[in-house]
């Protein structure tokens, strides 16, 4: 699936007019692991996601906003929205100051 597919899978299923990846939105691709926890017993772990193929949508905005509204490019929060590269489906969305 494309980024540009993924997105619009995402924006679909969460009724978002938004359907085309603005244009202050990056997008990266890689591999995502994201652990739920701490270590369990006996090194034990659980994960989100492991070694995903996802995409990275980044955006500067900050918590209370989405990546379809957009902040100025000089605000210190980025947003990241991950999504499986291969079903469009959304793994975590968070953000970092």
């Known amino acids: 699936m494309t980024a540009d597919a993924a997105w619009a899978q995402y924006a679909q299923l969460n009724g978002s007019s938004v359907t085309v990846i603005p244009s202050s939105v990056t997008v990266s691709l890689?591999?995502?692991t994201l652990p739920v926890g701490p270590v369990g017993p006996n090194g034990?772990?659980?994960y989100?996601?492991?070694n995903e193929l996802a995409y990275g949508f980044s955006s500067h905005s900050c918590p209370g906003t989405t990546l379809?509204?957009?902040?100025s490019s000089d605000n210190a929060c980025t947003e990241w929205?991950?999504?499986d590269a291969n079903t469009g489906q959304q793994i975590d969305d968070t953000w970092q100051q």
């Open 48 to 50: 989100t996601a492991y």
């Open 44 to 46: 034990s772990e659980v």
């Open 68 to 71: 379809d509204v957009p902040q």
């Open 81 to 83: 929205l991950f999504l």
């Open 30 to 32: 890689g591999s995502l």
